[in-house]
């Protein structure tokens, strides 16, 4: 018996080892694949004229910071950050990177929509709502987008990059990233409000749209 639980306990010190490198060589081959990834964007984005402000770090690790948080995923394997885009032209930087970073907030504010919309298409039918309900509800999720954007308030972008364009006009371009969990967790709030005050749901059936 002793000897049979000495086997077992070696298997498991084993695996968990093995579960370690495993885990460890992930993140090398992620982290050198970010390296490669961002080497050659940030050659691509130079050779076009784009650059960091000064002060900032270098452009190959700003972009390699950005592509790693692109790909974390939880235990899931859901990804951890979504993004958004956002490009403006203006007299000013500061001008045209707030411009920028409204229009990559509405990017986001449509991913976390769609995001929403998947919750509580999934969750209708456990709401019991009448078919004139459930058209309401899609409806007023559809249209959203523009207060969450509103809720998600200033989100500092991953990455600002600059290029002068001539004709004193200079374009920014930003990425913005935010936690996937966090940004539902602002549409539920958003969403649960708007079909409160506009269908009169009870809160039974706001729960259950909720996935609560």
């Not at 990425?175 to 039974?204: C, F, H």
């Amino acid at each position: 018996m002793k000897k049979l639980l000495s086997i077992i306990l070696s298997c498991l010190i084993s695996v968990v080892v093995l579960s370690q490198q495993t885990t460890k060589d992930l993140q090398k081959e992620l982290k050198d694949k970010a390296m490669r990834e961002a080497r050659k964007e940030a050659k691509k984005y130079e050779k076009a004229g784009w650059s960091v402000a000064p002060g900032s770090i270098p452009l190959a690790k700003v972009l390699e910071n950005t592509w790693m948080k692109q790909v974390m995923s939880d235990d899931k394997g859901n990804v951890i950050y979504i993004s958004g885009d956002g490009n403006a032209v203006g007299e000013t930087k500061s001008a045209a990177e707030l411009q920028a970073v409204e229009l990559g907030k509405l990017q986001l504010a449509g991913l976390i929509q769609t995001n929403m919309s998947s919750l509580i298409s999934a969750n209708i039918g456990n709401a019991q709502l009448t078919t004139q309900e459930a058209a309401s509800v899609t409806e007023i999720v559809q249209s959203a987008k523009n207060i969450i954007a509103m809720e998600l308030g200033y989100v500092d972008p991953s990455f600002k990059l600059f290029r002068n364009i001539g004709n004193d006009k200079i374009e920014v371009q930003v990425r913005l990233m935010y936690d996937t969990r966090q940004s539902l967790e602002i549409a539920k709030k958003v969403v649960r409000q708007e079909l409160k005050d506009k269908l009169k749901l009870n809160e039974g059936k706001l729960e259950k749209l909720m996935g609560i």
